[in-house]
Structures are given as structure tokens and as C-alpha cells.
């Protein structure tokens, strides 16, 4: 059923109604501690829609003409998690070429996109949601999109109140979290024009 969606759907329900973090909550913790900055954001989100485009692609081939042929199914996890691997060292030697500013601005969190959970987790909902080819890779794009949307909302939340007086224990990680919250319940208010799920 879901196989049968049109890519519009698909594609506009991942950046909103389903948005992979904050309707599912993954890819937390780069949205968290890089959205400091809207030009580290802006960065880290673009290389995010990039690697989830594109690794939903790769994914989708490998799991449809590997591994359920040979029989591997079961080795999804690793075999994602080593497709994802490669492809953000392939973006890092990129980024790291073509802007050495963004590349120091993003520190660690850039190969940290490999252990992002939302990037895997685009990758197993595409299966699990048997998508074909085309719907996996508006899927992929889409949720890239999506991420990117949260983490830049969030880096100009965050830039705007920087002055203002917060009491003292929701400095920091407190008003970060409610603030996400917040922009979860306003997602939520997509749910009901298009549902992916």
C-alpha cells in the first residue's frame, strides 16, 4: 500500500506531518548542540538532506539487489550503518576541501552524521515501509529537508532569546528542550493533511 503513494506525498509528509525529528525524535543529539549557530546549522542541516537523499538511494539498491537475493536481510543494520560510513567520510573530504571554515565550524558533529539516527532510521523506515526507489529517495530528501527546517528554526529560536533573561534552571539544555517541544506540537498541527505513517 504505502509502495503505491504518490512521491508528492511522500515527500511533503516527511518534511512535515512526519518529520524525522520531531515527530520521531531521531537525530537529537546534533540538533541539540549544533544549532547554536544558524551558519553551523545551515552547514550541518544541508550536508544532513544530502547524506539522507542519498544514502536512501544506496540503501534502497543494496537491501533490493543484495541483500534480500542473497538471502541477508538480517544484516540491514550493518549494512546501512556501513553504507551511511562511507558516504559521510566522502562528504567530510568535500566539505573539508571545499570550505575549511564550515568544516572547523562543524568539529566533530560532521562525522558524527554517521551515527545520526535519523539518517538510519530514514534508511529502516523505507523498508520497513516498502517503498519503491523513487518514494525512498523523496522520502530520503524529504526527512533531509525536515531535519533541516527544525535545526535552523531552532538556531534562530536560540539566537533571538540569547539576550533575553531566562531564570536560571532553564539556562542552557532546559530551554532548548522546551523550545523543541514547542516546534513538535506546532508539527503536530501538519498531522491530518498528509500522513506517511
Same mark, same amino acid.
Given at each position: 500500500?504505502? +509502495?503505491?503513494?504518490?512521491?508528492?506525498? !511522500? =515527500? /511533503? +509528509?516527511?518534511? =512535515?506531518?512526519?518529520?524525522?525529528?520531531?515527530?520521531?525524535? &531521531?537525530?537529537?543529539?546534533?540538533?541539540?548542540?549544533?544549532? $547554536?549557530?544558524?551558519?553551523?546549522?545551515?552547514? @550541518?542541516?544541508?550536508?544532513?538532506?544530502?547524506?539522507?537523499? !542519498?544514502?536512501? &538511494?544506496?540503501?534502497?539498491?543494496?537491501?533490493?539487489? @543484495? &541483500?534480500?537475493? @542473497?538471502?541477508?536481510?538480517?544484516?540491514? =543494520?550493518?549494512?546501512?550503518? !556501513?553504507?551511511?560510513?562511507?558516504?559521510?567520510?566522502?562528504?567530510?573530504?568535500?566539505?573539508? *576541501? !571545499?570550505?575549511?571554515? @564550515?568544516?572547523?565550524?562543524?568539529?566533530?558533529?560532521?562525522?558524527?552524521?554517521?551515527?545520526?539516527?535519523?539518517?538510519?532510521?530514514?534508511?529502516?523506515?523505507?523498508?520497513? *515501509?516498502?517503498?519503491?526507489?523513487?518514494?525512498? /529517495? /523523496? /522520502? +530520503?530528501?524529504?526527512?533531509?529537508?525536515?531535519? =533541516?527546517?527544525?535545526?535552523? %528554526?531552532? %538556531?534562530?529560536?536560540? $539566537?533571538?532569546?540569547?539576550?533575553?533573561?531566562?531564570? $536560571?534552571?532553564?539556562? +542552557?539544555?532546559?530551554?532548548?528542550?522546551?523550545?523543541?517541544?514547542?516546534?513538535?506540537?506546532?508539527?503536530?498541527?501538519?498531522?491530518?493533511?498528509?500522513?506517511?505513517?
Amino acid at each position: 500500500m504505502n +509502495g503505491e503513494l504518490l512521491p508528492a506525498a !511522500v =515527500f /511533503f +509528509g516527511s518534511i =512535515f506531518t512526519g518529520n524525522i525529528l520531531l515527530s520521531n525524535y &531521531l537525530g537529537m543529539c546534533s540538533f541539540l548542540s549544533v544549532s $547554536k549557530e544558524i551558519k553551523t546549522s545551515t552547514g @550541518l542541516g544541508a550536508a544532513v538532506i544530502f547524506v539522507m537523499a !542519498v544514502t536512501s &538511494l544506496l540503501n534502497w539498491i543494496v537491501y533490493h539487489y @543484495l &541483500l534480500i537475493p @542473497l538471502g541477508l536481510e538480517y544484516l540491514r =543494520f550493518i549494512v546501512f550503518i !556501513v553504507v551511511i560510513a562511507a558516504f559521510v567520510q566522502l562528504v567530510e573530504m568535500i566539505i573539508e *576541501r !571545499v570550505s575549511e571554515g @564550515l568544516y572547523a565550524a562543524l568539529g566533530i558533529f560532521l562525522p558524527l552524521i554517521t551515527v545520526n539516527c535519523a539518517i538510519l532510521g530514514v534508511s529502516l523506515f523505507m523498508v520497513i *515501509r516498502d517503498y519503491s526507489l523513487v518514494n525512498s /529517495f /523523496f /522520502f +530520503g530528501l524529504g526527512s533531509g529537508i525536515g531535519w =533541516f527546517l527544525a535545526i535552523i %528554526a531552532m %538556531a534562530g529560536i536560540r $539566537k533571538k532569546i540569547s539576550g533575553a533573561k531566562i531564570p $536560571k534552571g532553564l539556562e +542552557g539544555p532546559g530551554i532548548t528542550l522546551i523550545i523543541a517541544g514547542m516546534m513538535a506540537l506546532a508539527f503536530m498541527g501538519f498531522s491530518g493533511m498528509i500522513n506517511i505513517t
